[in-house]
């Protein structure tokens, strides 16, 4: 299982080390996808196959699904992690999250996201201070 938080950086060459944490769950190739809330999804290769084959049973006829689909397949890559633990963010995936130097990287259960720092430290703090009305409502749909 995915979990915690870290702090990295983008080296000058676009790469991007892991946390020694992650990287033998995640194993040597992995796909990077943009992802929600403007930041980037990472995937082992057989939780992206659940996921490119869970979009494959959507409807065509829906302008929303092939909308999604497009988005989370057409803006997917595979990466391999070098021996050092890196990996190479495309550029266009750089541009899509607003990433620059410093990055968060975030285990969340089957992916990481790799976030703006920024824009993650905005982001958390305003769920944070939604937590307990968010928990409550979890609550009453049973999830929690």
Request: proline share 1%; with cysteine.
């Amino acid at each position: 299982m995915l979990l915690g938080e870290y702090q990295h950086t983008i080296d000058e060459k676009k790469r991007l080390s892991l946390p020694a944490k992650f990287r033998k769950e995640l194993g040597k190739k992995i796909v990077i996808t943009t992802g929600l809330d403007r930041c980037l999804f990472v995937y082992t290769q057989a939780q992206w196959k659940k996921i490119a084959e869970q979009l494959a049973t959507l409807s065509m006829g829906r302008a929303d699904t092939r909308s999604f689909s497009r988005f989370l397949l057409g803006g997917a890559v595979e990466a391999e992690i070098d021996a050092l633990g890196r990996i190479l963010i495309p550029e266009f995936q750089k541009e899509f999250a607003d990433l620059s130097s410093k990055v968060i990287i975030v285990g969340v259960h089957s992916r990481l996201e790799i976030w703006n720092d920024k824009a993650w430290n905005e982001y958390k703090s305003r769920v944070e201070r939604e937590a307990d009305r968010v928990a409550e409502k979890l609550g009453e749909l049973g999830a929690i």
